[in-house]
């Protein structure tokens, strides 16, 4: 399951890519917002990362203007690794050596083609494992 979310910056792009999760018969949860009314990031991000760090969900997507405000917000979580991701080669490395599991994309920065690119290649981009399951365990308070 992917829980999704928005501010009201983010919202005419989070229903894209709602689109393309329902195309690809994905699982998805919409945590909000529900329209381009002003709404404050930090409440959706909170949730989502909320869902993905409590297991009720696998991982997230996040969406505002810039990402940095959902990014800040959703790194809080214990046990969430969002990555703010411009291309698809940022998307593939969250993947392969962080073990992204919360996407974020700025959406007054990103076009919807390249966003739905990243997207694409961010679900399909697997963790690689190796020395750097050692990284992300010292992110998560473990022993190397």
């Known amino acids: 399951m992917i829980a999704i979310g928005s501010d009201h910056a983010g919202f005419s792009l ?11 018969a994905l699982d998805f949860v919409d945590l909000g917002c529900p ?7 930090p409440d959706v991000g909170k949730e989502v ?4 760090s409590e ?3 696998d991982r997230g997507v996040l969406i505002c203007g810039s990402g940095i405000g959902m990014s800040i917000v ?5 046990g969430v690794r969002a ?3 411009h291309d698809e080669e940022t998307a593939r490395m969250s993947r392969l050596h962080n073990d992204a599991n919360i996407l ?7 076009s919807p083609d390249l966003a739905l690119r990243i997207l694409r ?4 981009t697997g963790f690689e494992g190796g020395r750097h399951l050692r990284r992300i365990n010292k992110i998560d308070g473990g022993q190397a």
């Open 74 to 78: 959703a790194n809080r979580q214990r």
């Open 35 to 41: 329209d381009e009314q002003p709404s404050d990031y």
């Open 14 to 24: 989070k229903e894209r890519i709602k689109q393309a999760l329902k195309e690809q």
């Open 83 to 85: 990555a703010l991701c």
């Open 104 to 110: 974020v994309i700025g959406s007054r920065l990103t």
């Open 49 to 52: 990362a909320r869902g993905v």
């Open 55 to 57: 297991g009720r969900c």
């Open 121 to 124: 290649v961010w679900l399909a």
